[in-house]
């Protein structure tokens, strides 16, 4: 069974961070979590918002208790209020139904965490998510960013 690292976890915290520098993006906040949920890493660019954790841990939640990435999560509530309510009270506020969560995948296939952007548009955090994922030589899920995520606003 594989595990995410401290150190697979800042590589992809350091990574998405520095995509954003280089798109130019607006501050971000990157919460990396272990399959267990666990917070491993987090890194909250100055000047991002005091929510912006909470936020990123959420999309990461959503994401790794629902089996696939926020972008999905998000496409296939949009006609589904009552289920987002639900799933929102279940998590006990932990869920954040928006692009920017990606489940960190092994070689094989096995969820072994994921990871959350908050700070940008939510195509634009996703973006860097990915990134950053591919940076410590695991898979992401999604394994593409949504097309035109560099043309999106806010």
Known sequence: MARLTLQAASQIVDTALARG???????LTVAVLDAGGH??????????????????????WGALGMGFSSRLLRDRLTDRPTFVTALAAAS?????????GVLIRAADGEVLGAVGISGDTSDKDEYCAI???????????PAEPAPGWAESKL
Do not use: C, Q, W, Y
């Open 21 to 27: 520098r280089e798109h130019r993006m607006l501050r």
């Open 131 to 141: 990134e950053g994922v591919r940076a410590a030589g695991l898979a992401p899920d």
């Open 39 to 60: 917070l491993v890493a987090l890194k909250r660019e100055d000047g991002s918002g005091i929510l912006r954790p909470e936020i990123a841990i959420g999309k990461a």
């Open 92 to 100: 006990e506020g932990r869920f954040v139904p928006v692009p920017g």
